[in-house]
């Protein structure tokens, strides 16, 4: 298994701003996934992270707005730039468990944006 | 594109009762399907999963049933416990294991 630890956990923050939330796993992982979950929606995914290149953006998502740095194999961000209120959400990191064939997941971080 | 339905919530029930959390999915090709569960100030865990038509997951006393004929994995319990309170997700994937399309959620709520 892999043990994901996201920080901040949870914040409050001004529109306009921007917050930088880490993922930290405890081995090394090919690839890293970051997800957004609104309030009463599904979690959709934003983005897939691998080392050593630029991230993979699903559609509705540009890396201006959610800029992502994976800088090596166990360590990634997610920037939520410019902020709005539509921005409250949480924001959940994600792995591959290549061994056991499943995703694993950070405790997420809860954004309040005002 | 894919897409998970799952019952809407809370649903609240009395200790031992029996539960059951409807999923629905679309999909083109044969997914995976998983039930994730997340307590309260944690993250997404694995419940269950199944990989093909007919296959049954199981895990802690829950099990889904893989439905390629209804296109349906619903999630059932015996007999819930207060420590079942939690919410549970319904996900799919057709792209390998770590890319998923996820349901809203459906939250339980397990009262003594």
């Known amino acids: 298994s892999a043990v994901i630890s996201q920080k901040p956990s949870r914040d409050i923050c001004q529109r306009g701003t921007s917050l930088t939330i880490q993922c930290q796993v405890d081995?090394?992982?090919?690839?890293m996934f970051w997800y957004r979950q609104q309030p009463g929606q599904s979690l959709t995914l934003i983005a897939t992270?691998?080392?050593?290149?630029?991230?993979?953006?699903e559609s509705g998502f540009v890396i201006d707005k959610f800029p992502i740095s994976r800088p090596n194999l166990t360590f990634s961000t997610l920037t939520v730039s410019n902020m709005s209120p539509e921005d409250s959400s949480i924001y959940l990191c994600?792995?591959?468990?290549?061994?056991?064939?499943?995703?694993?997941f950070g405790q997420g971080t809860r954004l309040t944006v005002v | 594109g894919d897409s998970v339905t799952q019952m809407e919530g809370p649903v609240t029930l009395s200790e031992e009762a029996f539960l059951t959390i409807n999923c629905t999915y679309t999909?083109?090709?044969?997914?995976?399907l998983f039930w994730y569960v997340q307590y309260p100030g944690e993250g997404l865990q694995l419940l269950l999963k199944?990989?093909?038509?007919?296959d049954k997951g199981s895990n802690k006393g829950f099990e889904a049933t893989y439905r390629k004929e209804t296109t349906s994995f619903h999630l059932e319990k015996g007999s819930v416990q207060v420590s079942d309170s939690a919410v549970y997700f319904c996900?799919?994937?057709?792209?390998?294991?770590?890319?998923?399309?996820f349901g809203k959620g459906t939250m339980l709520l397990v009262s003594p």
């Open positions: 994600s792995v591959d468990g290549t061994v056991t064939r499943e995703a694993f």
């Open positions: 081995s090394q992982v090919t690839m």
């Open positions: 992270a691998n080392q050593g290149s630029e991230a993979t953006y």
């Open positions: 999909a083109t090709g044969y997914p995976s």
């Open positions: 199944a990989t093909k038509a007919d």
């Open positions: 996900a799919l994937s057709d792209q390998g294991y770590s890319t998923l399309t």
